[in-house]
């Protein structure tokens, strides 16, 4: 068996596995139009985090290339969801669904078994079966994950309110947020990321259709990020405010990265993890007035490599405490960085996998774009809570940025070989 290793989380890096490597039983026609015939890792035991099986190293743009970003696929089934540990992928769908009145309990476990039953077919790059469009039927699977959560309100309507966990509490109101509830909230979550945008809508497009009944789309949003192969080297990605965005990621092989990300109880949540979403415009117009040494003060780092304002490289822990010649602190007191950081806030750490995404101008013409923030941790309020509490107090980065929706979730935790996600809370 290829051996599997997760790739730091934020960059595009991908898990190298043997050229040689034998056809994957079970491929279908699509997958191997999309040059998906070799290269299939299969997902390591229960211990694992669930990574990232992608094929050869992705070159820049020759047809070996294109085949190897068509093929990399990941496995559905594991002690964790997809889409959680991996890099994220090119492209992003993300859709709030609300149950339908009188789903209910059965309603809900019907839905989750044909949805986790799908996921996994196209996981493989095979046709979705009910439903199917032939949207993406000469792809690959194009490392397609999807991921499902648990809003607060799905709870009382699946008959469930006695094991709603404390940590879905609502999210508290922060300053100057502006949050629009229709394009918020929602019973049940669904996060779908694959490297080719026909691949991700085909996605979404079948799960809506077959929850017809059961449950009915609420909000949807599209995001992108870097395509993988774009950049001469592996690289953490960039925002749309031109800064590296992910740096400071808890990486998997961190002895306390499971601590930091994956929920240790309830029993039937345990290995799963809790999610906030935010929907946050960015002030483009006004933040691109800047000049360039003023933006690198406000984030805290340079914009051409990601270095820390204190010195090195991108890879260099941040120095809170050091001064430069004028005695004045290297990264200022209301740098992003510093007031994000873990040792700013009791340790609180969040795995971030958030996308860029561009939806046209708003009435008073300016560009409606930004970051769909997600964020996965053991505990929002040992994580994101505490966090933005502080940013929305005293970082400098606030005030180019509008928080206008919101969700937080229960992601359960992965389904085994023949399982659906969520089912030991429901037939528990």
């Not at 209910?104 to 949805?115: E, I, P, V």
């Not at 601590?259 to 415009?281: E, M, S």
């Not at 502080?390 to 023949?418: I, T």
């Amino acid at each position: 068996m290829t051996e599997q290793i997760s790739p730091p989380a934020g960059t595009d890096e991908p898990v190298a596995v043997p050229a040689d490597a034998p056809a994957a039983a079970g491929f279908s026609r699509r997958a191997l139009l999309g040059g998906a015939g070799a290269g299939l890792a299969v997902g390591a035991g229960a211990g694992a985090l669930g990574g990232r099986a992608l094929a050869a190293p992705r070159g820049a743009g020759d047809a070996a290339s294109a085949r190897q970003l068509g093929r990399a696929a990941v496995p559905f089934h594991g002690a964790h969801q997809a889409g959680i540990v991996q890099p994220g992928q090119a492209r992003a769908q993300l859709a709030g669904f609300d149950l339908a009145p009188g789903a209910g309990r059965d309603g809900l476990r019907r839905l989750l078994k044909s949805w986790s039953e799908t996921a996994a077919l196209l996981a493989r790059g095979e046709q979705a079966g009910a439903h199917e469009n032939q949207i993406a039927l000469d792809a690959g699977p194009c490392a397609l994950t999807v991921t499902f959560g648990f809003g607060s309100s799905l709870f009382d309507k699946a008959g469930l309110t006695a094991r709603r966990p404390p940590q879905l509490d609502p999210l508290p109101d922060f300053p100057e947020d502006a949050i629009d509830r229709s394009r918020s909230d929602g019973d049940l979550w669904v996060q779908i990321g694959a490297d080719d945008a026909l691949v991700a809508f085909h996605a979404l497009r079948v799960l809506q259709q077959q929850a017809a009944g059961l449950a009915t789309l609420r909000w949807q949003m599209s995001g992108f990020s870097r395509t993988p192969g774009a950049t001469d080297r592996p690289m953490t990605a960039r925002n749309l405010m031109g800064q590296v965005d992910g740096t400071n990621n808890p990486k998997p092989a961190e002895p306390d990265f499971a601590a930091k990300v994956f929920a240790a109880g309830p029993d039937w949540l345990a290995g799963g993890t809790y999610v906030v979403f935010r929907r946050i415009r960015m002030l483009l117009d006004n933040w691109e007035n800047l000049p360039t040494d003023r933006q690198e003060r406000v984030i805290g780092r340079r914009k051409a490599d990601g270095a820390p304002l204190s010195g090195g490289t991108e890879a260099t822990p941040v120095d809170l405490a050091k001064q430069n010649d004028d005695g004045l602190l290297a990264i200022p007191v209301d740098a992003h960085i510093r007031v994000a950081a873990p040792a700013s806030n009791g340790g609180a750490a969040m795995l971030r996998r958030g996308f860029s995404y561009q939806d046209g101008l708003l009435p008073d013409g300016s560009l409606d774009a930004g970051l769909l923030f997600i964020a996965f941790q053991a505990d929002p309020a040992h994580g994101f809570i505490p966090v933005q509490r502080r940013l929305s107090r005293g970082d400098s980065l606030s005030r180019f940025l509008r928080h206008e929706a919101s969700g937080l979730y229960a992601v359960l935790p992965g389904a085994p070989e023949g399982g659906y996600v969520g089912q030991a809370l429901l037939e528990g």
